[in-house]
Nanobody, 125 residues
Framework: QLQLVESGGGLVQPGGSLRLSCVASGFTLEYYAIGWFRQAPGKEREGVSC????????NYADSVKGRFTISRDNAKNTVYLQMNGLKPEDTAVYYC??????????????????WGQGTQVTVSS
C-alpha cells in the first residue's frame, strides 16, 4: 500500500518546539518533492514549506520563516519539519504530501498527488 504517514504532533506551550516526521511506505520518497501543509479549524489549507527531491531547494511561508526548518533523509524515506518558537496561530492539522514534480512547488495542492492523514499540532498554554 502506497502511503505517507505523519507523526510528531501534539500539545506544546507557546515558544516550544516539535519535530514532525513524514514517512513513506510502498514507494521511494527520493523521487518526490515534499510539501507540508496545514489547516486550522474554519480556515483553508495553506502551504507551510516544501523541499525538492534532492533536498537542495526549500521554501517557506512568510509566517514560519526563521522558525521552521524542512529537511529530508532519503535513506530513511523520511522528511522532517522542525518547528521552533511555536505560536498559538500555528495550531492546525499538519499534512505532508508528495509530488512527482521534483522541484519545490510551494503551496500548490493540485501539484501533490499523495497525501498523509495529518497530525494535530496544538500550541496553547
Amino acid at each position: 500500500q502506497l502511503q505517507l504517514v505523519e507523526s510528531g504532533g501534539g500539545l506544546v506551550q507557546p515558544g516550544g518546539s516539535l519535530r514532525l516526521s513524514c514517512v513513506a511506505s510502498g514507494f521511494t520518497l527520493e523521487y518526490y518533492a515534499i510539501g507540508w501543509f496545514r489547516q486550522a479549524p474554519g480556515k483553508e489549507r495553506e502551504g507551510v514549506s516544501c523541499i525538492s527531491s534532492s533536498g537542495g531547494s526549500t521554501n517557506y511561508a512568510d509566517s514560519v520563516k526563521g522558525r521552521f526548518t524542512i529537511s529530508r533523509d532519503n535513506a530513511k524515506n523520511t522528511v522532517y519539519l522542525q518547528m521552533n518558537g511555536l505560536k498559538p496561530e500555528d495550531t492546525a492539522v499538519y499534512y505532508c504530501a508528495a509530488s512527482l514534480i521534483r522541484r519545490c512547488v510551494f503551496g500548490q495542492s493540485s501539484s501533490y498527488n499523495r497525501w498523509g492523514q495529518g497530525t494535530q499540532v496544538t500550541v496553547s498554554s
